[in-house]
């Protein structure tokens, strides 16, 4: 199996048993259909370095080949953001596993980083797989989410998330709306 296919075979199986994963792996795409991708890193993926074991060890070995994206310009929050900020799609509408329906991927964001409060139309489950982030849904706190806790977003739900000095890699899960959209920036 190709790595696009054992990282989309992992991230379905990571969330297969959680709770309200069920209707995102109703739009699972099947078959071994691949789309080419243009390799890339990015800054933030020397954070990948001391991962081992697992998902997230498969993802650092893999970074080389895989395409590493940025959503935002220096101008929305800044070079340092940059930095310390990027995710890899798999499956979906850019990565190398097409799919119209789900999205899913890895967001990786270094040590002592936040990501402002934003919100879009696809709902959205978070696994984090390394690290502890703290997260915001709302109007709530930041409170820490710890390696294997889910966190779901409904569409349009502001939320946030920030880095201590350890980075964090997550998965992420999107399904419904445009999965090519960007967020709206709410902070």
Same mark, same amino acid.
């Given at each position: 199996?190709?790595?696009?296919?054992?990282?989309?075979?992992g991230?379905?199986?990571?969330?297969?048993g959680?709770? #309200? !994963?069920? &209707? @995102?792996l $109703?739009?699972?795409? =099947?078959?071994?259909?691949r789309?080419?991708? /243009?390799?890339?890193?990015? +800054?933030?993926c020397?954070?990948?370095?001391?991962?081992?074991?697992?998902?997230?060890?498969?993802?650092?070995?893999?970074?080389?080949?895989?395409?590493?994206r940025?959503?935002? #310009? !220096?101008? &929305? @929050?800044? $070079?340092?953001?940059? =930095?310390?900020?990027?995710?890899?799609?798999? /499956?979906?509408?850019?990565? +190398?596993?097409?799919?119209?329906?789900v999205?899913?991927g890895?967001?990786?964001?270094?040590?002592?980083?936040?990501y402002?409060?934003?919100?879009?139309?696809?709902?959205?489950?978070?696994?984090?797989?390394?690290?502890?982030?703290?997260?915001?849904?709302?109007?709530?706190?930041?409170?820490?989410?710890?390696?294997?806790?889910?966190?779901?977003?409904?569409?349009?739900?502001?939320?946030?998330?920030r880095?201590?000095?350890?980075?964090?890699?997550?998965?992420?899960?999107w399904?419904?709306?445009?999965?090519a959209?960007k967020?709206?920036?709410?902070?």
């Amino acid at each position: 199996m190709d790595l696009a296919g054992r990282l989309a075979a992992g991230i379905r199986a990571a969330v297969a048993g959680l709770p #309200g !994963a069920a &209707d @995102f792996l $109703a739009d699972w795409p =099947e078959g071994g259909a691949r789309r080419a991708q /243009v390799p890339g890193v990015l +800054p933030v993926c020397r954070w990948l370095e001391g991962m081992a074991g697992g998902l997230g060890g498969e993802v650092a070995r893999g970074a080389v080949a895989l395409e590493w994206r940025q959503t935002y #310009g !220096a101008g &929305d @929050f800044g $070079a340092a953001f940059l =930095e310390r900020y990027g995710w890899t799609e798999i /499956v979906g509408l850019r990565g +190398p596993v097409p799919s119209e329906r789900v999205a899913a991927g890895f967001l990786l964001l270094g040590p002592d980083v936040t990501y402002p409060a934003h919100a879009h139309e696809a709902a959205e489950i978070y696994l984090p797989l390394s690290g502890v982030a703290w997260w915001q849904k709302g109007d709530a706190a930041f409170a820490p989410v710890p390696v294997g806790q889910a966190i779901h977003h409904a569409p349009w739900v502001p939320h946030a998330m920030r880095t201590g000095a350890e980075p964090m890699l997550a998965l992420y899960l999107w399904r419904g709306g445009d999965l090519a959209a960007k967020s709206v920036i709410l902070g």
